[in-house]
C-alpha cells in the first residue's frame, strides 16, 4: 500500500471467510435481480456492452465476486454468455439454489481459474476495495483473463468530498490533540480518490475510458447517519442529494465505476 487511503473497520466481525459466508447466505436473491433490473450501474454497463458488441462475436463475460448471481441472471436473460465466480460457497449454493442453469464456479478473484485471454467484459462491482493488500493482485488476474481490447467494469468506494472533509478534520484533530485516532474491529474496505485508483489501473496497463459517480444518495446518507434514524430527514437527504447529482455529481458519490480497457 504506498498511498495513504481511508479505510474502514467493523465491530465485532468475523473472520474473512466466516463474514461472508453469513453475508451470502441472507440474501435474496429474486429481491437482488430485481434492484439490479433498475440499477444505474447496470444500465450504464450494458450500454457500454451493447455498443462494444457490435464489434464482438459470441461475446464471454466474467462477473469476479459475483455474489448470489445476480448480474449472471440479468445477463443471461439478455442472452448473454456470462460466467461468475466467487470465493463463497455459500454464495454459489445460493445462486444455484435459484437458478440450476446459472454458470457460477467458487473461486477467488485473486486466482481464477481460467485461461488467459478467454473472456471480453469482466464485471467487478463492490469487491477489490475487500482485500487488506490492496486491488492490485485481483487487477493483474482480471486483466489475464480479458481477451485483448476487453473491457473491465469495475466500481469501488470513492473518496468524495465529504469523506476527504472528514479526514482533514480528523487529521486536524489528532495535530491539535497530539492523539492518534483509535479504530474498533476488523478491516472491511478501503476507499479511493479517482486519481489514485487510475492511476493504480494505469500502471497495470489497464486503460481508463470513463469514470462515473454513482449511489450520490448512499454517499450522503452515509456522511450523516443520523438522518437515517428520521423518515422527514431522510427523505429530505435524498431530495437534496439528487440535486446534488444534478449540478455537483462528483460531491457525494459512495462508488466510483470505471470502464477500462485492456490494451494491446
Same mark, same amino acid.
Given at each position: 500500500?504506498?498511498?495513504?487511503?481511508?479505510?474502514?473497520?467493523?465491530?465485532?466481525?468475523?473472520?474473512?471467510?466466516?463474514?461472508?459466508?453469513?453475508?451470502?447466505?441472507?440474501?435474496?436473491?429474486?429481491?437482488?435481480?430485481?434492484?439490479?433490473?433498475?440499477?444505474?450501474?447496470?444500465?450504464?454497463?450494458?450500454?457500454?456492452?451493447?455498443?462494444?458488441?457490435?464489434?464482438?462475436?459470441?461475446?464471454?463475460? @466474467?462477473?469476479?465476486?459475483?455474489?448470489?448471481?445476480? =448480474?449472471?441472471?440479468? /445477463? !443471461?436473460? &439478455?442472452?448473454?454468455? +456470462?460466467? %461468475?465466480?466467487?470465493?463463497?460457497?455459500?454464495?454459489?449454493?445460493?445462486?444455484?439454489?435459484?437458478?440450476?442453469?446459472?454458470?457460477?464456479?467458487?473461486?477467488?478473484?485473486?486466482? @481464477?481459474?481460467?485461461?488467459?485471454?478467454?473472456?471480453? =467484459?469482466?464485471?467487478? /462491482? !463492490?469487491? &477489490?476495495?475487500?482485500? +487488506?493488500? %490492496?486491488?492490485?493482485?485481483?487487477?493483474?488476474?482480471?486483466?489475464?483473463?480479458?481477451?485483448?481490447?476487453?473491457?473491465?467494469?469495475?466500481?469501488?468506494?470513492?473518496?468524495?468530498? @465529504?469523506?476527504?472533509?472528514?479526514?482533514?478534520?480528523?487529521?486536524?484533530?489528532?495535530?491539535?490533540?497530539?492523539?492518534?485516532?483509535?479504530?474498533?474491529?476488523?478491516?472491511?474496505?478501503?476507499?479511493?480518490?479517482?486519481?489514485?485508483?487510475?492511476?493504480?489501473?494505469?500502471?497495470?496497463?489497464?486503460?481508463?475510458?470513463?469514470?462515473?459517480?454513482?449511489?450520490?444518495?448512499?454517499?450522503?446518507?452515509?456522511?450523516?447517519?443520523?438522518?437515517?434514524?428520521?423518515?422527514?430527514?431522510?427523505?429530505?437527504?435524498?431530495?437534496?442529494?439528487?440535486?446534488?447529482?444534478?449540478?455537483?455529481?462528483?460531491?457525494?458519490?459512495?462508488?466510483?465505476?470505471?470502464?477500462?480497457?485492456?490494451?494491446?
Amino acid at each position: 500500500m504506498k498511498s495513504p487511503r481511508k479505510v474502514e473497520y467493523l465491530k465485532n466481525r468475523a473472520g474473512e471467510v466466516e463474514f461472508w459466508e453469513e453475508h451470502w447466505h441472507k440474501q435474496d436473491v429474486k429481491k437482488q435481480v430485481e434492484q439490479v433490473e433498475k440499477d444505474s450501474v447496470t444500465l450504464i454497463v450494458w450500454g457500454w456492452i451493447q455498443h462494444a458488441t457490435e464489434e464482438r462475436q459470441n461475446p464471454r463475460i @466474467l462477473d469476479g465476486g459475483c455474489g448470489t448471481g445476480r =448480474y449472471l441472471v440479468y /445477463f !443471461g436473460k &439478455l442472452g448473454y454468455d +456470462i460466467i %461468475g465466480a466467487d470465493n463463497s460457497a455459500n454464495a454459489v449454493r445460493v445462486a444455484k439454489n435459484f437458478d440450476a442453469n446459472l454458470k457460477v464456479v467458487q473461486a477467488s478473484v485473486l486466482d @481464477l481459474p481460467f485461461d488467459s485471454q478467454s473472456f471480453d =467484459y469482466y464485471l467487478s /462491482f !463492490g469487491v &477489490l476495495e475487500h482485500f +487488506i493488500d %490492496g486491488p492490485e493482485q485481483g487487477l493483474r488476474e482480471a486483466y489475464r483473463v480479458l481477451k485483448k481490447d476487453g473491457m473491465l467494469f469495475l466500481s469501488v468506494p470513492f473518496m468524495n468530498s @465529504l469523506r476527504l472533509l472528514e479526514e482533514h478534520l480528523w487529521t486536524l484533530r489528532e495535530k491539535i490533540f497530539n492523539k492518534q485516532r483509535a479504530f474498533e474491529g476488523d478491516f472491511y474496505q478501503y476507499y479511493f480518490t479517482k486519481k489514485e485508483f487510475k492511476s493504480i489501473l494505469c500502471s497495470l496497463g489497464l486503460e481508463v475510458l470513463k469514470g462515473h459517480p454513482i449511489n450520490q444518495e448512499l454517499g450522503l446518507l452515509r456522511a450523516m447517519p443520523f438522518v437515517r434514524k428520521n423518515r422527514f430527514s431522510n427523505y429530505l437527504t435524498l431530495n437534496l442529494a439528487k440535486a446534488i447529482k444534478l449540478f455537483l455529481p462528483w460531491f457525494s458519490p459512495h462508488m466510483v465505476l470505471f470502464v477500462c480497457r485492456k490494451g494491446s
